[in-house]
């Protein structure tokens, strides 16, 4: 039974309101409100080099716990965020909250060399992602070289002046990333006029290694492009020894996946990294 009513008595409920869009309101009224509530937080999955074990970096990932819906996973929440605009908020905080927390470590004794943080195309569209970037780093304290910006293929190219925007970043000595490298549609060209340092093999290449040839092929391929062009591969969603075999024996010597560690807390990762 509907219960809202307009003035005139009429109900807002309409049969074409679905139980779909009921639930998709209900998310996003809960969503608008996460942040001031203190349900978001951040977990941090380890990057490490696979022949030495070491810890090269973390990223960042955005987590939701919300009290009724339990813990919400970012495919359902980032899109969402993205359709409303609430991901410009989100986005800050969690730029803002991943460079604190680099600070925290290094007080507490643990070194992160670098951490990488997910930027959504919308972020681009706002524009204002150079000074919020610089701004956020200013006020955290963190060195610029330590950040490193994750973007996809399409963030490249469907963002109007994408190029300006990561020229600039680049010029505030901050890092970027191709996220899930190779399932975008785009083209390579971009590569060669953008600063980018890393290029991230995406899970679905790594996850079929060792039995599918196309994947290998693949995963190869981009180990090699991006060899030749002097960029640095790490590889997303590693789970076996048999993956992390394969990786090295064609030159890719960076990893994260569960192989290594699943994301976790800041204060787990201090206990299980700390030297
Ligand atoms: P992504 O940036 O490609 O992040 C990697 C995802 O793979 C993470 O999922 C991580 O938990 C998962 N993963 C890592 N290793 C393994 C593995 O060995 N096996 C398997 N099965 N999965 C592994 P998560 O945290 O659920 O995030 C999903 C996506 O949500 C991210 O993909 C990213 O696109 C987006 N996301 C997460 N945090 C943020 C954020 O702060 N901002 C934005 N804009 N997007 C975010
Ligand atoms: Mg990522
Ligand atoms: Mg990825
Ligand atoms: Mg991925």
């Known amino acids: 039974q509907a219960k809202a009513r307009g003035r005139n008595g009429y109900s807002f409920y309409t049969p074409s309101m679905t139980g779909e869009g ?5 998310l996003e009224t809960f969503l608008r409100r996460s942040i001031e509530k203190d ?3 951040l977990n941090y999955q380890p990057q490490v080099d696979i022949v030495t074990g070491e810890l090269v970096g973390v990223e960042a990932l955005v987590r939701w716990n919300h009290p009724e819906l339990g813990l919400v996973p970012p495919v359902r929440f980032i899109p969402l965020a993205e359709d409303t605009g609430f991901i410009n908020q989100l986005g800050q ?11 925290r470590w290094q007080e507490a004794g643990l070194v992160v060399p670098k951490i990488a943080v997910n930027l959504s195309v919308k972020q681009f569209e706002r524009g204002s992602i150079v000074n919020m970037v610089a701004d956020t780093l200013h006020e955290t304290g963190l060195e610029p070289a330590r950040l490193q910006l994750e973007v996809t293929e399409s963030v490249i190219m469907n963002t109007d002046d994408a ?3 990561i020229n600039d970043l680049h010029a505030i000595g901050v890092g970027l990333a191709i996220d899930d490298f190779g399932t975008g549609y ?18 679905s290449f ?18 090699q492009l991006g ?26 010597h960076l990893a994260q996946g569960y192989l290594y560690s699943k994301p976790l807390a800041a204060d787990v990762m201090l206990t299980n990294w700390q030297k």
């Open 163 to 165: 190029m300006v925007f």
């Open 186 to 203: 785009s083209s390579l060209a971009y590569l060669k006029q953008l600063p980018v340092q890393t290029l991230k093999i995406d899970r």
């Open 93 to 103: 905080w969690v730029l803002r909250e991943a460079c604190r927390q680099m600070v």
């Open 206 to 223: 790594i996850k079929d290694i060792s039995t599918d040839v196309n994947d290998e092929a693949i995963a190869i391929a981009i180990i």
């Open 22 to 26: 009921v639930e998709r309101l209900r």
């Open 227 to 252: 060899k030749s062009m002097n960029l640095s591969v790490i590889a997303e969603g590693v789970e076996t020894v048999q993956q992390a075999e394969f990786l090295v024996r064609h030159g890719c």
């Open 39 to 41: 349900e978001i937080f």
